[in-house]
């Protein structure tokens, strides 16, 4: 003979927040978890770490304005010059975000609710590209405030500030698509690491060597297009066609034509963003 038991379950009747609201309470989880927030101290080590390396050059520039009147670090090289901080960063964290929910196997769970694969793989890139841009960007604003406070002579360089910070959101979004996206095909965080970083070491030591070898060939024209192996010189090119800054390549070499850079920009963030999306619908399916 069977018993029904009341165990107390209750229907939810409180407030329904919507899709909007899961998304940037999962972009906010995401970036929390970033930064180690909420997490054990350990956690907070690396990227805390990388943060303070980052802001070193910045403090050195505001020395040096203050000491000898001179600016330091140019805001629109300042992604490349301290760029494997940025990708050690990237390589560091990326795996935080999306190793554990493949590992436990928990993305059914998400997706129970209203949340849709497009809302968790957006939330997640919105966590990683403001991330990534608050590492760029606070030590750049700092040596923006450092200059005004200071006041060298002859106006700030307000110009080259602001299109510093948006081509910065431009690499964050770039890096953020890529490293997500390279991190999601293992949920193994060492191996999620690793990924990442030999990605980086190769476009970067690929650079110098193909440049040099189409250079040395009398192929210029070609050798430029080597610099768009790299994301940093990439962006780079990007904004040396938009606003007109020098480019911070090895010896200043020459990049590609501004448009042709632009276009493989952003066919490279639709690539990422295209292989994120495709992966967890397949860890979806399953």
Same mark, same amino acid.
């Given at each position: 003979m069977s018993e029904i038991y009341d165990i107390g379950y209750r229907h939810y009747d409180g407030p329904r927040l919507g899709r909007a609201h899961s998304f940037r309470a999962l972009a906010v989880h995401s970036l929390r978890g970033i930064f180690g927030i909420g997490r054990p101290a350990r956690s907070k080590i690396v990227p805390f770490a990388l943060v303070a390396?980052?802001?070193?050059?910045?403090?050195?520039?505001? $020395? /040096?304005?203050? &000491?000898?009147?001179?600016? =330091?670090? !140019?805001?629109?090289?300042?992604?490349?010059?301290?760029q494997a901080v940025v990708a050690i960063f990237l390589a560091s964290q990326s795996p935080t975000v999306v190793a554990p929910?493949?590992?436990?196997?928990?993305?059914?769970?998400y997706l129970s609710r209203p949340v849709s694969v497009a809302d968790y793989v957006g939330a997640k890139i919105a966590a990683m590209t403001v991330a990534v841009f608050l590492l760029v960007a606070v030590p750049l604003t700092l040596i923006y405030v450092g200059e005004v406070v200071v006041d060298l002579p002859g106006d700030p360089a307000t110009g080259?500030?602001?299109?510093?910070?948006?081509?910065?959101? $431009? /690499?964050?979004? &770039?890096?953020?698509?890529? =490293?997500? !996206?390279?991190?999601?095909f293992t949920p193994r965080r060492g191996l999620g690491v690793a990924s990442v970083m030999v990605v980086y070491l190769l476009s970067s030591a690929s650079?110098?060597?193909?440049?040099g070898?189409?250079?040395?060939?009398?192929?210029?024209?070609?050798?430029?297009?080597a610099w768009l192996l790299n994301p940093f010189w990439l962006?780079?090119?990007?904004?040396?066609?938009?606003?007109?800054?020098?480019?911070?390549?090895?010896?200043?070499?020459?990049?590609p034509s501004g448009p042709v850079s632009l276009a493989v920009l952003v066919l490279l963030i639709a690539i990422g963003l295209g292989a994120l999306a495709l992966r967890y619908r397949k860890a979806a399916a399953r």
């Amino acid at each position: 003979m069977s018993e029904i038991y009341d165990i107390g379950y209750r229907h939810y009747d409180g407030p329904r927040l919507g899709r909007a609201h899961s998304f940037r309470a999962l972009a906010v989880h995401s970036l929390r978890g970033i930064f180690g927030i909420g997490r054990p101290a350990r956690s907070k080590i690396v990227p805390f770490a990388l943060v303070a390396i980052m802001l070193m050059p910045a403090v050195v520039s505001i $020395a /040096l304005m203050a &000491l000898i009147k001179e600016r =330091g670090i !140019a805001y629109s090289g300042f992604a490349v010059i301290m760029q494997a901080v940025v990708a050690i960063f990237l390589a560091s964290q990326s795996p935080t975000v999306v190793a554990p929910d493949l590992r436990h196997r928990v993305l059914p769970l998400y997706l129970s609710r209203p949340v849709s694969v497009a809302d968790y793989v957006g939330a997640k890139i919105a966590a990683m590209t403001v991330a990534v841009f608050l590492l760029v960007a606070v030590p750049l604003t700092l040596i923006y405030v450092g200059e005004v406070v200071v006041d060298l002579p002859g106006d700030p360089a307000t110009g080259e500030y602001a299109g510093s910070m948006l081509m910065a959101l $431009a /690499l964050a979004l &770039l890096l953020a698509a890529f =490293g997500l !996206a390279l991190a999601s095909f293992t949920p193994r965080r060492g191996l999620g690491v690793a990924s990442v970083m030999v990605v980086y070491l190769l476009s970067s030591a690929s650079v110098p060597i193909v440049y040099g070898t189409l250079y040395s060939t009398g192929n210029e024209a070609a050798a430029s297009w080597a610099w768009l192996l790299n994301p940093f010189w990439l962006v780079d090119s990007v904004q040396s066609w938009l606003f007109g800054t020098p480019p911070h390549s090895i010896e200043g070499a020459a990049y590609p034509s501004g448009p042709v850079s632009l276009a493989v920009l952003v066919l490279l963030i639709a690539i990422g963003l295209g292989a994120l999306a495709l992966r967890y619908r397949k860890a979806a399916a399953r």
